[in-house]
């Protein structure tokens, strides 16, 4: 045969096997059903639409055994499988699926990211590597991933956002969020109630309308919150080696704890009373009906407000 025939051969079998193969499937759902969807590796696109059923598109890698869709109207389960012990060596598998708006979906992933728009349910998505984006859920949200950021931004009541090393950003109207990273910083902006935000080494950084309770803590990165302090309203922010700094878009009704062991303490407050020196400050604004502790081992601490 002649040898550039076989060449065109070869790159044409190699160009089919990286294109893989293309998916267009379609199965019924309930509006308040829900979609669970398995894809080790390559990516998760996840869309909400109008319509009464599950739509399913994309590539399935070289490599991959098969896509298994299973369930019924009201849960239905997608999974990319591969042959036992293989799917390291499989090629990467894009799947989108649009799924009806008002219901719930659930999304896991090893190597794979996540992208997910207008699905207003009970959002679960998991993966280990791979990023995770959400633009909707107005129920609950739960974005984890380990080594991938995790970006979200939400209308839902609670929502939850971690990652081990990657960045953590939250932008909801949210009553409850719990956002938390290991060595990558955390972003909450736009929340009305109770944060809980946490980071070994990275910084904290809390934009609130409302707060009703925040507890925020780092090891090694600064602390900083703003935001209107609720009647009863509870702070707790520390830092060991980084500065930790809140400012009040109102007039606080609390008392405050302040402390540092080898940073320095600043207080613009114009209702403070009580004030006493050292580096443990305690004193009360208004009449007293909230409470702020702050405090920092080798960094400052700055409480400022109207």
């Not at 294109?19 to 669970?36: F, H, K, M």
């Not at 107005?138 to 839902?156: D, F, I």
């Not at 736009?190 to 946490?198: E, L, M, N, T």
């Not at 910084?203 to 009703?212: D, F, L, N, P």
Request: hydrophobic content about 35%; some cysteine; proline content about 1%.
């Amino acid at each position: 045969m002649n040898k550039v025939l076989v060449a065109l051969l070869i790159l044409g079998a190699a160009s089919y096997a990286v294109a893989g193969t293309e998916i267009n499937q379609t199965r019924e759902l309930a509006p308040d059903g829900t979609v669970s969807i398995d894809n080790v590796k390559g990516s998760i696109k996840i869309f909400g639409w109008d319509k009464k059923e599950v739509e399913i598109t994309g590539t399935l890698g070289n490599g991959v055994d098969k896509l298994d869709i299973s369930g019924s109207k009201s849960r239905l389960r997608i999974k990319v499988e591969y042959p036992s012990g293989f799917w390291r060596h499989a090629k990467e598998s894009d799947l989108v699926i649009h799924m009806p708006r008002s219901a719930d979906a659930e999304a896991n992933g090893v190597s794979a990211s996540i992208v997910l728009e207008d699905v207003d349910g009970e959002l679960d998505l998991e993966s280990v590597s791979g990023s995770i984006r959400v633009d909707g859920g107005t129920k609950s949200v739960s974005a984890q991933s380990v080594s991938g950021s995790v970006r979200v931004e939400s209308n839902a009541k609670r929502i939850e956002a971690s990652s081990i090393s990657g960045r953590v950003q939250v932008e909801a109207s949210a009553e409850e969020v719990h956002a938390k990273s290991v060595s990558g910083s955390v972003t909450v902006e736009g929340v009305s109630g109770r944060i809980r935000a946490s980071s070994v080494s990275g910084s904290i950084h809390v934009e609130a309308k409302t707060i009703a309770e925040a507890k925020l803590s780092t090891t090694s990165g600064s602390v900083s919150l703003e935001g209107a302090l609720a009647d009863g309203g509870e702070v707790d922010c520390g830092s060991h080696s980084g500065s930790v700094t809140i400012e009040f878009t109102n007039k606080p009704s609390a008392r405050f704890d302040l402390s540092t062991f080898s940073g320095s303490i600043h207080v613009d407050l114009d209702n403070a009373r009580g004030l006493s020196g050292g580096r443990n400050l305690s004193f009360t604004t208004g009449e007293g009906k909230g409470e702020v502790d702050a405090n920092s081992f080798s960094g400052s601490v700055r409480i400022s407000g109207k």
